[in-house]
């Protein structure tokens, strides 16, 4: 915690630091709408093996059938899995873009459902190891994406200076918990975490179920733990909702295959599509796109 804590202080820090470049918002062109809107979903939970990634992948799915340009960025550099869970072995991951032997854009591959995938790296050490100037143009890079309407990234589970890097720059951060005491304790930890050290961010939190045996124990939990958020953080936390635990998630994962499409009119897969449209409908926050995710990271004088 001790250690954590001051990775975070680093971060409030440098984003309070006004020495980073500002972006100009990108001019409308031809109707296309400007390159810095793409709404970030970060996707991250307190403990390991919650669903983090099938809850990525599957709601990057949901949205490209709505018609949005979707991408996935695996940003785990550790244990790498969303081009497992695809059955990909793209040629270049992150790895490459920090070593500086490609760009963003360059290692982003396409699927064959409709979403482009940015491949973690796998048996790297994290970001968090990097020093602040290769961090910074890092994240940079990741300006090369903003030409999609929604990046989702997943991320590795609890509490690194490199998830909290990413949580601070969405513009929803989607936490997992599955209804174990484990993951709700760990879940709660890391929103304590955000909530002591990022209230000037001001993003959305969102909570999801996920494994429930059904609605009412998913909003058992998860009003427990919005109660707590609000009473003891005060930190508003909203319930996106639940996904059931059903077979045909690991079956697909065998598959290598999203649920979605393996079983579209599965339990799991309506209640991703539910948790997607309640996403649509509750874009309370602007988008803030890369511009913001920038400035939120760096700071930017002219922010209120
Ligand atoms: N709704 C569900 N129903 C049944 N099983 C599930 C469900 N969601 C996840 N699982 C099981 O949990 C496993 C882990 O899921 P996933 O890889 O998405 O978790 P994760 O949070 O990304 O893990 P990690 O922290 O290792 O990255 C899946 O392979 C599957 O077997
Ligand atoms: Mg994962």
């Given at each position: 915690m001790e250690d954590q804590a001051e990775k975070l202080r680093e971060i409030m820090k440098r984003k309070n630091d006004n020495t980073a470049p500002v972006k100009a918002p990108a001019p409308v062109k031809n109707g296309i709408k400007p390159a810095d809107k793409a709404r970030i979903i970060t996707v991250t939970s307190g403990?390991?093996?919650?669903g983090k990634t099938n809850l990525s992948v599957n709601m990057a799915l949901a949205f490209a059938r709505l018609g949005k340009k979707v991408i996935v960025m695996?940003?785990?550099?550790?244990l790498a899995n969303v081009n497992v869970m695809l059955n990909m072995i793209p040629k270049y991951n992150l790895y490459h873009v920090i070593k500086k032997q490609k760009t963003i854009r360059e290692i982003l591959v396409e699927t064959e459902y409709g979403i482009s995938i940015v491949a973690g790296a796998s048996g790297f050490s994290q970001i968090a190891n990097m020093g602040e100037e290769d961090r910074r143009d890092f994240i940079m890079e990741?300006?090369?994406?903003?030409?999609?309407d929604i990046i989702i990234i997943d991320t590795s589970a609890g509490v690194s200076s490199n998830v909290l890097d990413f949580i601070a720059a969405a513009d929803d951060a989607v936490i997992i918990t599955t209804p174990e005491p484990t993951a709700i304790t760990d879940a709660y930890g890391i929103i304590k975490i955000i909530a002591t050290e990022y209230d000037s961010l001001n993003m959305g939190l969102k909570l999801v179920v996920n494994r429930a045996k059904g609605a009412a124990q998913a909003k058992g939990v998860a009003d427990r733990m919005i109660n707590i958020a609000g009473q003891f953080l005060n930190l508003k936390v909203d319930y996106l909702g639940f996904i059931y635990d059903d077979a045909a998630v690991p079956h697909a994962v065998l598959r290598q295959k999203p649920f979605m499409v393996v079983d579209p009119k599965g339990k799991a897969s309506i209640c991703v599509q539910h948790i997607v449209d309640r996403m649509g409908r509750n874009?309370?926050?602007?988008?803030?796109g890369f511009g913001g995710m920038l400035r939120r990271l760096f700071g930017e004088p002219n922010t209120a």
């Open positions: 403990k390991g093996g919650v695996d940003a785990d550099l550790g990741l300006e090369g994406l903003s030409n999609a874009k309370t926050i602007a988008t803030r």
